[in-house]
C-alpha cells in the first residue's frame, strides 16, 4: 500500500484571495493566468498560514535544495519546515506574478505589491526580492489595512501619559514630534495620536506627497503636492494658510522653507505643527530634528511642545502567564519601592518533555496554550516616552547636540526615558523581564 502524502502547511488552510493593483479588467486576466500555474494554489495557501499565524513578514530562503521559511511574529522570528525546491519555486513564481514583477529574474533586485484578502480581513502584501550568492532571498511583508488600535491605551500607553499628551496635541502655538524606530508603528502611533486630538472642533490640513498618500482620517483635509499637481509644497502650504487652518501636518518631515514659513504661523498666529521621523528615541528624535534645519534650530527649541518616543515589546499572553513574588533584591535593582509591587509576571515554560509525566510518572505532554500556541507572548505593544521639554531643556537644545547631555538635563526636569517606562510596564504585568531585556539589547 503507497504511504499517504504528508500535508503540508499551505493545505491546513483556507486560501487567501488576491487582488491585483490593477484596473478590474487587467487583474481579472492577471488572476486567470495566475491561476494556470501549478504554484497559484501553494502561494494562496502558504500566505493564508502566514496571516493566520499572525505573521508580519515571511522570509523565504531558495538553495540548491529547497526554500527554507520563517515568519516574524510579534518582532520574533519562527523557523517553519522547508519547502522542497520544485514547490517553493512553483510558489515564487506566481506571487511575483502577481505583484507584477518579472518571474523569471531570479538575480536582480525587484519589488512588487498586491492585495489579499483573507476571511473578511485585508491585507497590503509587499514583496521584495534579492539574488544572493546560495540563491536568492525574498522577504514579503503583510501589512493589514485597518488599524486594529482605537486609543493610545489599546497600545500600551499609561492613563496619565495619555492626559499630559491629550494636553499637548490640544494646545496651540507649539510643534509635536513623533517618533519610533524604524519597522516599529511609526504610522499606526501618528494615525491613533490623531484620532485622540480635536479634530472635531479645529481645522486639520495635512501635506502629503501625491506619490506616497496617507491613510484617510476623518476631519484632517489632505493637500497633496507633486505628481501631475502642479504644487510644490511650499506652494501649497502658501494656498492652505490662506484658509487659516488650525494644524500643519507633515507626515514626513517638511523642506527647510516650509518649516520655516510653518513656524512663523506657529509665532504669530498661534498655530500648531505636527510632524514625525524615524529615531530610536525621543530626545535621540528632537536631537535629529533640529539638526535637519540648522537655521531654524532656535525657533525649534523654543516652540516644541512635546516629542513622543516608543520601542514594541511583545505582550504576555493573559491566558497562560505566570505569576511569582519577586524577591526585594530584584525590586531594588529594578527601582520600584519595596511593596509596592506584590507579583511580577512571566511566560508560561514547560518543563522538559522527559518531566513531563503524571503521578504514576507515564509520559503527559502538556498541551501548548492555545491563544498564544505556546509562546508565551500574544501581540505587541509600545512603551512610550513622552518628552515636554522645560525651559533648562529647551535652552541647552540650542547649545548642544549632545544626547547624554540633554538627557540627564531632561530626567531633572520629571522626564521618565523608555528604560524607566519599561520597569513600569513590567510592574504592569504586561511584559516580562527577559523580553525587556532583549528588546533593549537590539539597540
Not at 488576491?18 to 488572476?31: D, N, S, W
Not at 472642533?201 to 484632517?220: K, Y
Request: aromatic share 6%; with cysteine; charged share 25%.
Amino acid at each position: 500500500m503507497a504511504e499517504q502524502e504528508e500535508i503540508q502547511l499551505w493545505q491546513t488552510v483556507t486560501p487567501v484571495e488576491f487582488e491585483p493593483k490593477l484596473p478590474r479588467t487587467e487583474a481579472q486576466a492577471l488572476l486567470i493566468s495566475a491561476r494556470q500555474g501549478a504554484g497559484y494554489a501553494i502561494a494562496a495557501g502558504q500566505t493564508a498560514h502566514a496571516v493566520k499565524s499572525r505573521a508580519t513578514h515571511m522570509l523565504l530562503d531558495f538553495s540548491q535544495t529547497g526554500c527554507a521559511i520563517r515568519y516574524q511574529i510579534d518582532g520574533a522570528w519562527e523557523q517553519l519546515p522547508p519547502m522542497d525546491r520544485e514547490t517553493g519555486d512553483a510558489m515564487l513564481y506566481a506571487l511575483k506574478q502577481i505583484c507584477q514583477m518579472n518571474p523569471a529574474d531570479r538575480r536582480s533586485a525587484q519589488s512588487g505589491k498586491c492585495g489579499i484578502k483573507f476571511v473578511k480581513d485585508k491585507f497590503d502584501l509587499i514583496l521584495q526580492s534579492q539574488g544572493v550568492p546560495t540563491g536568492e532571498r525574498v522577504l514579503v511583508r503583510i501589512d493589514a489595512l485597518k488599524i486594529p488600535f482605537e486609543r493610545m491605551s489599546d497600545l500600551g500607553m499609561r492613563d496619565k501619559m495619555f492626559e499630559k499628551l491629550k494636553e499637548r496635541l490640544d494646545s496651540e502655538s507649539n510643534i509635536i514630534l513623533i517618533t519610533c524606530p524604524k519597522g516599529e508603528g511609526l504610522t499606526t502611533t501618528w494615525t491613533v495620536a490623531l484620532n485622540a486630538a480635536d479634530r472635531l472642533v479645529r481645522d486639520f490640513q495635512s501635506f502629503e506627497d501625491q506619490g506616497s498618500p496617507e491613510p484617510e482620517i476623518i476631519n484632517i483635509s489632505a493637500n497633496f503636492y507633486g505628481g501631475d499637481t502642479g504644487h510644490t509644497e511650499l506652494s501649497m502650504l502658501k494656498k492652505m494658510i490662506l484658509k487659516e487652518p488650525d494644524v500643519l501636518m507633515f507626515p514626513e518631515l517638511p523642506e527647510a522653507e516650509t518649516l520655516e514659513l510653518a513656524i512663523e504661523q506657529v509665532e504669530k498666529i498661534e498655530k500648531q505643527i505636527y510632524t514625525r521621523m524615524v529615531a530610536p528615541g525621543a530626545i535621540e528624535g528632537l536631537v535629529a530634528f533640529a539638526a535637519k534645519y540648522p537655521g531654524l534650530r532656535n525657533r525649534i527649541a523654543d516652540r516644541i511642545g512635546a516629542v513622543l518616543g516608543q520601542k514594541l515589546i511583545r505582550r504576555l499572553c493573559d491566558n497562560c502567564k505566570v505569576g511569582f513574588e519577586p524577591p526585594p533584591q530584584l525590586l531594588q535593582q529594578l527601582g520600584i519601592p519595596a511593596g509596592r509591587v506584590g507579583v511580577l509576571y512571566q511566560p508560561f515554560i514547560p518543563p522538559p518533555i522527559e518531566q513531563q509525566v503524571d503521578e504514576q510518572g507515564r509520559p503527559a505532554p502538556i498541551t501548548p496554550c492555545p491563544v498564544c500556541n505556546g509562546r508565551g507572548y500574544y501581540g505587541r505593544i509600545a512603551i512610550f516616552e513622552l518628552l515636554v521639554p522645560g525651559e533648562k531643556f529647551k535652552a541647552a537644545l540650542k547649545k548642544t547636540q549632545d544626547v547624554a547631555q540633554l538627557t540627564a538635563i531632561a530626567k531633572s526636569e520629571g522626564h521618565r526615558g523608555l528604560q524607566s517606562e519599561a520597569v513600569m510596564t513590567v510592574a504592569r504585568g504586561l511584559t516580562g523581564l527577559d523580553e525587556v531585556k532583549r528588546a533593549f539589547a537590539k539597540r
